[in-house]
């Protein structure tokens, strides 16, 4: 199952607000690249026909059904990174990137 955190849902509320697209569902989607890493999309969107639909901390997520595989277990998050800014990122143990978080 997909999860979004706290954190990452109130960012998402908050650039639907901004970008007057409240109401639509949050679209996920991803690919995998030659080197097995995962590239990760998303943007607001309608429900399509053969969508997976569900909720999370709130927030209304799509995707389409061939993207499961690669999405299932993943957990989106914002967090700040080492450059002081603020990302969107998504911890997926079925990618070679992946790095479990540790406790500081």
Known sequence: MFKVTPSAAEQV???AQAGGTEGLSLRLAASQNPDGSIDYRM????LGEDDIRFTCEGVDI???PEFVPL??????DFVTLD?????FIFLNPKDPTYCPPTDA
């Not at 450059?83 to 990302?87: A, L, S, T």
């Open 43 to 46: 943007g607001f969107d309608e």
């Open 83 to 87: 450059d002081g800014k603020q990302h």
């Open 13 to 15: 509320v908050k650039a």
């Open 62 to 64: 799509v995707m389409a």
């Open 71 to 76: 999405l299932d277990s993943t957990v989106m």
